[in-house]
């Protein structure tokens, strides 16, 4: 089985724009969950979605946001971004068993 | 204070080491436990997961988890080289939100 996949792996944006993160989940898994790593925080979680619903959220500003569509893929967007939201974007895929495979990220450069 | 401590290390072992990782947790509602390792610029792979508390062993890698105590630890025998990396602890309730520690830096050298 393929396994999670992100696009793009790399983006550099400048402050005030927005942008949109793509997560392919593995096939089969209903289940996306996103969270942002930086050296200062760590692994944090942003949001779940489970059957194109928003399942789970955790504490970050209404400016990150995310979808799933009927394919299980799922986007989150970042609006008006700031330099502290230069990170490494993960995605992860569940089974429902709350085991969770994780990308390899996407790497946001803010400027 | 953080729901889930973790040591950041580094930790610096001879190959063939048996190595111990730990994470000490608050939240007596977590089910759920993971390990994680992620190379450089890679993302986080799982390598064990345990439901409430025992022993779980998978070749060379034991997880541990004692509720009582709120901790669990990781053991790798015989390590390699290969795996040096960082060893993130997680955890969760009844749910797919994960709640990580801030992770180990292990590096292991011939």
């Known amino acids: 089985k393929a396994g999670v996949t992100q696009t793009p792996r790399y983006l550099i944006k400048t402050r005030g724009q927005q942008v949109t993160l793509s997560c392919s989940p593995i096939?089969?898994?209903?289940?996306v969950s996103w969270y942002q790593q930086t050296p200062g925080q760590g692994l944090q979680f942003l949001f779940e979605?489970?059957?194109?619903?928003?399942?789970n959220k955790g504490n970050f500003p209404g400016r990150f946001s995310g979808r799933q569509f009927s394919n299980s893929r799922s986007e989150m967007n970042v609006s008006t971004l700031e330099l502290g939201d230069s990170a490494l974007y993960l995605c992860?895929?569940?089974?429902?068993?709350?085991?969770?495979?994780f990308g390899p990220g996407t790497r946001l450069t803010v400027l | 204070q953080k729901e889930v401590e973790q040591d950041p290390g580094p930790l610096s072992v001879p190959e063939g080491a048996i190595v111990s990782l730990n994470c000490t947790y608050s939240?007596?509602?977590?089910?759920?436990f993971m390990w994680y390792r992620q190379y450089s610029r890679k993302g986080p792979e799982l390598l064990m997961y345990?439901?409430?508390?025992g022993n779980k062993e998978d070749g060379r890698f034991t997880a541990q988890v004692d509720k009582s105590s709120k901790y669990i630890s990781l053991f790798i025998r015989d390590s390699q080289p290969s795996d040096s990396a960082t060893y993130l602890c997680?955890?969760?309730?009844?749910?797919?939100?994960?709640?990580f520690g801030t992770g180990t830096r292990l590096q292991v050298f011939p």
């Open positions: 992860a895929s569940s089974s429902g068993e709350y085991t969770q495979y």
């Open positions: 096939s089969g898994h209903r289940s």
């Open positions: 979605y489970f059957s194109e619903t928003q399942r």
């Open positions: 939240n007596s509602a977590f089910q759920y």
């Open positions: 345990t439901y409430s508390s």
């Open positions: 997680a955890m969760s309730e009844y749910t797919d939100k994960l709640i």
